[in-house]
């Protein structure tokens, strides 16, 4: 049974070769989890490999840096938008919650998990790097040699870049930047009585803030080559009384930071110029409305007031840090050279197919290559573009990029194709979040190289990750093509699992073409091939395809789904899996992160499984799987089953129709996140998550199991 509001929604199970009838469950707590929170119940499951003990040292210190990064994006894009909604009349989240609800639940639930954080690095880390001879000590601790040299330090390095702003009738409070660590104090004028009385004409005391620039490292090492450091914010309280004459550091020094609305509203219908209104809008982000204060745990009652109310905040928005704040910038302490603190290194080889010599073009027309990073080199991606560049058969190279990184090489590969005469069309989309500055970098670079740049479509994000090569084979042109779940960033394939698809379908080589002047020259192009593109036709063919599901069971012939995504919260998709567990159709969903499926609800969703596998390697890959009465098909590519993606994203899901490839991904690749009962945590009805247990199955972790000197992709031992 599922209760909304004051009615009664009777969920019957089907009866066979009769359709279900599940009603729509609008603004339903018992139907939906609340996405926001399902959000912070996965940055629960990261800070909890920080916590696990059993973790390399330094493994351990990136998962709670991590959990920092994630509450800051969540601060500056999730509650942000929360806020902007306190004053929508009428406003419900999809499981029926008002912006108020939302921002009340998150205030009980994150305290006791940033605590869990500090409490974690503070008596357990901390103290173990230091025993490793890795430590982030107090002044207090060093002798007199250390402390000149740091003096030293802060004179010639630190001293000229801060900028100490006070707060008086001719001062206003000052604009502080999101994320950046400040020191705040209150100065009495009676400590410099010539200079401040002569200015305030008041023995009143006037706040001062001095912020950390981002010159200054945050930790600085005691001396050159140390591994012994002091926190950039200690080392200016230490020397305070060069900024403010008669201060003592330990008197008045606090530490804070607040966090800014970083959810940039774009009007693209009125800019006649994409590229110059981003960058207006990237200037205006740093001047964000703050939504976050946090402090030092020790700074006194009366300034933590005196903040909010300057920051026109509330005391739900004050979030009070018994340890360092930004705990991201610890991540120094794990690019040290100290492997044995560390997972140890992942071991890559090429597929079989490409480890054989000559063109990848040759090896590409022969079969379907399946490229699975990072177990496989990304340089396989920037070889096959290489190799295109250089190659005098190539015409015409298209790429859609998303986010690239500030040392890829792709981008200079592209501009040398352009110089090299090739028709070289890139779509970059300056909308990425986080990556703004960076593409926009980019497009400048590509226009000034004569790359046709293209920035989409009106409206919309292009999130797909696609190249098209076009090559002159005697008489013939024919389509190379790789299609992806990740981006072309060889920085994050290192870190992130993503699966690439190259082929010469034609088919598919078709649809790319046509998906490229769809993106260019707005082609109204309503179906394709083989290809699945949002908000075409992707959403249609997911519904229709659960449906099939859903026939099938009712009709007794083979139905299943499985599906492997980062984020579940699209509630027609939800809607329809309802509608087939109610059928019957057994179904396991592997999603990383948000997902509003409420799964094990007798009469709902008795028959859906929902997993996370949280583990080294941020699991970034989307498949999906459908048994179709006996005739599997098998998708994969860049979208998960969200709103955004499926509405207001140019997303591109292809089939896998390599008999092998469908081989591997149904009976290696899937099963292997199924099986895991190391990294993954099963969904419970009420919304937590549990460890998947080990004691009657033997130990598997399906990351590990994807390297090794076993290759996983030698098909022909294996099937």
Same mark, same amino acid.
């Given at each position: 049974?599922?209760?909304?509001?004051?009615?009664?929604?009777?969920?019957? +199970?089907?009866?066979?070769?009769?359709?279900? $009838?599940?009603?729509?469950?609008?603004? !339903?707590?018992?139907?939906?989890?609340?996405?926001?929170?399902?959000?912070?119940?996965? @940055?629960?499951?990261?800070?909890?490999?920080?916590?696990?003990?059993?973790?390399? =040292?330094?493994?351990?210190?990136? @998962?709670?840096?991590?959990?920092?990064?994630?509450?800051?994006?969540?601060?500056?894009?999730?509650?942000?938008?929360?806020?902007?909604? %306190?004053?929508?009349?009428?406003?419900?989240?999809?499981?029926?919650?008002?912006?108020?609800?939302? $921002?009340?639940?998150?205030?009980?639930?994150?305290? &006791?998990?940033?605590?869990?954080?500090?409490?974690?690095?503070?008596?357990? +880390?901390?103290?173990?790097?230091?025993s490793e001879g890795i430590r982030v000590v107090p002044f207090a601790e060093l002798n007199g040699k250390e402390r000149q040299g740091l003096t030293d330090y802060f004179e010639h390095r630190v001293y000229p870049v801060l900028t100490p702003q006070a707060v008086d009738p001719s001062h206003p409070f000052p604009s502080i930047s999101g994320g950046s660590i400040n020191l705040g104090m209150m100065v009495s004028p009676e400590l410099n009585p010539r200079i401040a009385r002569a200015l305030y004409k008041t023995n009143d005391e006037f706040f001062v803030r001095i912020k950390i620039p981002p010159a200054v490292p945050r930790l600085i090492p005691v001396a050159e080559g140390s591994t012994r450091y002091v926190l950039a914010e200690d080392l200016v309280a230490e020397n305070i009384g060069r900024l403010t004459p008669g201060v003592r550091a330990e008197a008045c020094c606090h530490i804070f930071r607040i966090t800014r609305d970083a959810d940039i509203e774009l009007r693209e219908q009125e800019a006649e110029d994409l590229l110059e209104m981003m960058e207006q809008n990237l200037r205006q982000r740093r001047l964000g409305q703050p939504v976050r204060l946090e402090v030092e745990s020790?700074?006194?009652?009366?300034?933590?007031?005196?903040?909010?109310?300057?920051?026109?905040?509330?005391?739900?928005?004050?979030?009070?840090?018994?340890?360092?704040?930004?705990?991201?910038?610890?991540?120094?302490?794990?690019?040290? /050279?100290?492997?044995?603190?560390?997972?140890?290194?992942?071991?890559?080889?090429?597929?079989?197919?490409?480890?054989?010599?000559?063109?990848?073009?040759?090896?590409?027309?022969?079969?379907?290559?399946?490229?699975?990073?990072?177990?496989?080199?990304?340089?396989?991606?920037? /070889?096959?573009?290489?190799?295109?560049?250089?190659?005098?058969?190539? %015409?015409?190279?298209?790429?859609?990029?998303?986010?690239?990184?500030?040392? !890829?090489?792709?981008?200079?590969?592209?501009?040398?194709?352009?110089?090299?005469?090739?028709?070289?069309?890139? %779509?970059?989309?300056?909308?990425?979040? @986080?990556?703004?500055?960076?593409?926009?970098?980019?497009?400048?670079?590509?226009?000034?190289?004569?790359?046709?740049?293209?920035?989409?479509?009106?409206? =919309?994000?292009?999130?797909?990750?696609?190249?098209?090569?076009?090559?002159? &084979?005697?008489?013939?042109?024919?389509?190379?093509? *790789?299609?992806?779940?990740?981006?072309?960033?060889?920085?994050?394939?290192?870190?992130?699992?993503? $699966?690439?698809?190259?082929?010469?379908?034609?088919?598919?080589?078709?649809?790319?073409?046509?998906?490229?002047?769809?993106?260019?020259?707005?082609?109204?192009?309503?179906?394709?091939?083989?290809?699945?593109?949002?908000?075409?036709?992707?959403?249609?063919?997911?519904?229709?395809?659960?449906?099939?599901?859903?026939?099938?069971?009712?009709?007794?012939?083979?139905?299943?789904?499985?599906?492997?995504?980062?984020?579940?919260?699209?509630?027609?998709?939800?809607?329809?899996?309802? &509608?087939? !567990?109610?059928?019957?159709?057994? +179904?396991? %969903?592997?999603?990383?992160?948000?997902?509003?499926?409420?799964?094990?609800? *007798?009469?709902?969703?008795?028959?859906?499984?929902?997993?996370?596998?949280?583990?080294?390697?941020?699991? *970034?890959?989307?498949?999906?799987?459908?048994?179709?009465?006996?005739?599997?098909?098998?998708?994969?590519?860049?979208?998960?089953?969200?709103?955004?993606?499926?509405?207001?994203?140019?997303?591109?899901?292809?089939?896998?129709?390599?008999?092998?490839?469908?081989?591997?991904?149904?009976?290696?690749?899937?099963?292997?996140?199924?099986? /895991?009962?190391?990294?993954?945590?099963?969904?419970?009805?009420?919304?937590?998550?549990?460890?998947?247990? !080990?004691?009657?199955?033997?130990? @598997? /972790?399906?990351?590990?199991?994807?390297?090794?000197?076993?290759?996983?992709?030698?098909?022909?031992?294996?099937?």
């Amino acid at each position: 049974m599922v209760q909304h509001a004051t009615q009664i929604y009777s969920v019957p +199970i089907a009866e066979p070769n009769a359709a279900p $009838l599940l009603p729509v469950l609008p603004h !339903s707590s018992e139907y939906l989890f609340n996405r926001d929170l399902s959000l912070i119940e996965f @940055f629960r499951r990261v800070l909890e490999e920080g916590l696990d003990e059993t973790q390399p =040292l330094l493994e351990r210190l990136k @998962f709670l840096a991590i959990f920092s990064s994630n509450l800051d994006e969540f601060f500056m894009i999730r509650v942000s938008g929360l806020k902007e909604r %306190l004053d929508t009349p009428g406003y419900l989240s999809p499981n029926g919650m008002t912006a108020q609800e939302q $921002l009340l639940a998150i205030k009980d639930r994150l305290p &006791e998990m940033i605590a869990k954080q500090m409490k974690t690095l503070r008596e357990d +880390i901390l103290p173990q790097l230091a025993s490793e001879g890795i430590r982030v000590v107090p002044f207090a601790e060093l002798n007199g040699k250390e402390r000149q040299g740091l003096t030293d330090y802060f004179e010639h390095r630190v001293y000229p870049v801060l900028t100490p702003q006070a707060v008086d009738p001719s001062h206003p409070f000052p604009s502080i930047s999101g994320g950046s660590i400040n020191l705040g104090m209150m100065v009495s004028p009676e400590l410099n009585p010539r200079i401040a009385r002569a200015l305030y004409k008041t023995n009143d005391e006037f706040f001062v803030r001095i912020k950390i620039p981002p010159a200054v490292p945050r930790l600085i090492p005691v001396a050159e080559g140390s591994t012994r450091y002091v926190l950039a914010e200690d080392l200016v309280a230490e020397n305070i009384g060069r900024l403010t004459p008669g201060v003592r550091a330990e008197a008045c020094c606090h530490i804070f930071r607040i966090t800014r609305d970083a959810d940039i509203e774009l009007r693209e219908q009125e800019a006649e110029d994409l590229l110059e209104m981003m960058e207006q809008n990237l200037r205006q982000r740093r001047l964000g409305q703050p939504v976050r204060l946090e402090v030092e745990s020790t700074m006194p009652a009366e300034m933590v007031r005196y903040l909010t109310e300057s920051l026109e905040l509330t005391e739900d928005d004050v979030y009070a840090i018994d340890g360092p704040l930004n705990v991201a910038d610890l991540m120094t302490l794990y690019k040290l /050279d100290r492997p044995e603190l560390k997972d140890e290194p992942l071991r890559t080889a090429p597929p079989p197919s490409l480890q054989k010599d000559g063109s990848i073009f040759d090896q590409v027309r022969r079969q379907d290559i399946l490229v699975h990073h990072p177990y496989m080199p990304h340089s396989i991606i920037t /070889d096959f573009l290489k190799e295109a560049v250089e190659d005098p058969e190539v %015409l015409a190279i298209k790429m859609c990029l998303y986010r690239t990184g500030a040392d !890829s090489p792709i981008p200079p590969q592209l501009i040398e194709a352009a110089e090299r005469g090739k028709q070289v069309t890139v %779509l970059i989309e300056l909308k990425a979040r @986080f990556d703004e500055e960076n593409n926009i970098e980019w497009a400048k670079r590509f226009e000034a190289a004569g790359v046709h740049v293209i920035y989409g479509i009106l409206g =919309l994000k292009t999130h797909c990750k696609t190249t098209l090569i076009v090559r002159r &084979e005697g008489d013939d042109l024919r389509h190379y093509v *790789h299609l992806a779940t990740g981006n072309y960033n060889p920085e994050t394939s290192a870190v992130y699992t993503d $699966l690439g698809l190259l082929t010469a379908d034609p088919e598919i080589g078709a649809d790319s073409a046509e998906l490229f002047n769809f993106l260019t020259a707005y082609s109204q192009r309503d179906t394709f091939n083989k290809l699945l593109v949002a908000p075409i036709n992707l959403r249609e063919r997911m519904i229709e395809m659960i449906e099939r599901e859903t026939k099938n069971a009712l009709d007794g012939h083979p139905a299943r789904i499985i599906a492997k995504v980062n984020r579940l919260a699209d509630t027609g998709i939800i809607h329809a899996l309802y &509608e087939a !567990s109610c059928a019957g159709v057994k +179904i396991d %969903l592997i999603v990383r992160g948000v997902c509003m499926l409420r799964p094990g609800v *007798h009469g709902l969703s008795e028959n859906i499984e929902v997993r996370s596998i949280v583990g080294r390697l941020l699991e *970034h890959s989307r498949v999906y799987y459908f048994a179709n009465g006996g005739n599997d098909e098998i998708y994969m590519g860049s979208a998960d089953w969200m709103p955004r993606n499926l509405n207001r994203r140019v997303e591109v899901i292809t089939p896998v129709t390599d008999p092998q490839l469908k081989q591997y991904l149904k009976y290696d690749f899937l099963p292997a996140y199924l099986r /895991d009962n190391v990294k993954a945590r099963r969904l419970l009805p009420d919304g937590t998550y549990e460890r998947v247990s !080990s004691v009657e199955d033997p130990v @598997f /972790d399906s990351q590990k199991s994807f390297q090794g000197s076993t290759n996983v992709f030698n098909f022909d031992q294996r099937h």
